[in-house]
């Protein structure tokens, strides 16, 4: 069973920068693929970056590329998200998985485990 647990939401202005965190607990961290997805009111979960387990391979929606990066340190069992340059629709609930199966990382459904989520809401 893995345990996910996020930090680093909060209020922002159009502009500014946020770093999310999201700690495991469970199995060794480095055997899977982790990534982050939002999800805000009124519509579906969706993508937003993903990792690979080495932190070799990285993937990231369209409309956050050149603005928000992924990363993970495996010694800490942590997986961030720099958010830079934010806009009032990223606003959401941004929630980090685990997957452990290998599968493509874009979709929901490839992953097992779920965060409770941290709330990000960038102002105009």
């Known amino acids: 069973q893995v345990q996910l647990v996020e930090s680093g939401g909060g209020l922002v202005q159009a502009g500014g920068s946020l770093r999310l965190s999201c700690t495991a607990s469970?199995?060794?961290?480095?055997?899977?693929?982790m990534g982050w997805f939002r999800q805000a009111p009124g519509k579906e979960r969706e993508f937003v970056a993903a990792?690979?387990?080495?932190?070799?391979?990285?993937y990231a929606q369209d409309s956050v590329k050149g603005r928000f990066t992924i990363s993970r340190d495996n010694a800490k069992n942590t997986v961030y998200l720099q958010m830079n340059s934010l806009k009032p629709e990223d606003t959401a609930l941004y929630y980090c998985a685990a997957n452990l199966g290998g599968r493509d990382s874009r979709y929901v459904n490839s992953y097992e485990y779920w965060g409770q989520g941290t709330q990000v809401t960038v102002s105009s």
């Open positions: 990792i690979s387990y080495s932190g070799g391979s990285t």
């Open positions: 469970g199995p060794p961290f480095t055997r899977y693929t």
